[in-house]
């Protein structure tokens, strides 16, 4: 059983920074792939990135290429998402996922665990 909690969402404006982070329970942390997905108001959730249990492997949307990354400190037992400029279309609810395979990683329904997600707000 994996427990994730994220937090670092906020209120910033289009051109800004925040890095969000993803705490999770348990002692195989270094086991799990770690994702981010996130979800707009009417909207159904989209991948955002990916990382297996390194970071060696690592997989993002088209949307947020070059300007987001995702890495995971394994001693830490925390998964990071680090957006810079950050647009109006990136406002969205930010979930952290985790699953153990490194597979099909976009698709959400293959995640075993998620969080209860953080709020990113982008103004124009």
């Known amino acids: 059983q994996v427990q994730l909690v994220e937090s670092g969402g906020g209120l910033v404006q289009a051109g800004g920074s925040l890095r969000l982070s993803c705490a999770a329970s348990g002692r195989t942390f270094s086991s799990y792939t770690m994702a981010w997905f996130r979800q707009a108001p009417g909207k159904e959730r989209e991948f955002v990135a990916a990382?297996?249990?390194?970071?060696?492997?690592?997989n993002y949307a088209d949307s947020v290429k070059g300007r987001f990354t995702i890495s995971r400190d394994n001693a830490k037992n925390t998964a990071y998402l680090q957006m810079n400029s950050l647009k109006p279309e990136d406002t969205a609810v930010y979930y952290c996922?985790?699953?153990?395979?490194?597979?099909?990683?976009?698709?959400?329904?293959?995640?075993?665990?998620w969080g209860q997600g953080t709020q990113v707000t982008v103004s124009s």
């Open positions: 996922a985790a699953r153990l395979a490194y597979y099909n990683v976009a698709l959400a329904r293959g995640y075993d665990y």
């Open positions: 990382s297996n249990w390194n970071s060696i492997i690592t």
